[in-house]
């Protein structure tokens, strides 16, 4: 099944509005390796989280390595500590800033 993209940046938004209703480890479609991507499920939007492209000026890369692809892991158990690093709730970082403001 093809998914659309979604950034890291938009993500992060929709959780904190709270459209995001579940982020799981969903197995990419590639036939070269196994890889798993992140699947956003949100109101109405299931999107995977785009693969963020580095900019350097002596980078030389093919014109396809700017083309917006999902994120890969090697493993479930890698992408799913990728989940866990995001934070479990979508204001976690906001009461984590009151408390240690006190």
């Known amino acids: 099944m093809t998914y ?3 950034s890291l940046a938009n993500v992060q ?3 904190l509005l709270g459209l ?9 479609e590639r036939t070269e390796r196994p890889s798993w ?6 109101r109405g ?7 963020d492209i580095l900019f350097a000026p002596t980078l030389i890369r093919p014109l396809s390595a700017y083309l917006p692809r999902p994120r890969a892991f090697h493993s ?9 690093g995001m ?5 976690g970082w906001l009461k984590s800033r009151r408390m240690s403001g006190q």
Not at 37 to 42: A, I
Not at 76 to 84: M, S, T
Not at 87 to 91: C, E, H, S
């Open 4 to 6: 659309k993209l979604i």
């Open 76 to 84: 479930p158990r890698h992408a799913q500590r990728f989940i866990e």
């Open 20 to 28: 995001v209703r579940a982020i799981e480890v969903v197995k990419l």
């Open 37 to 42: 991507g992140v699947l956003v499920r949100g």
């Open 45 to 51: 939007f299931d999107r995977l989280i785009q693969d």
């Open 13 to 15: 938004l929709s959780r």
């Open 87 to 91: 934070g479990r709730t979508p204001v």
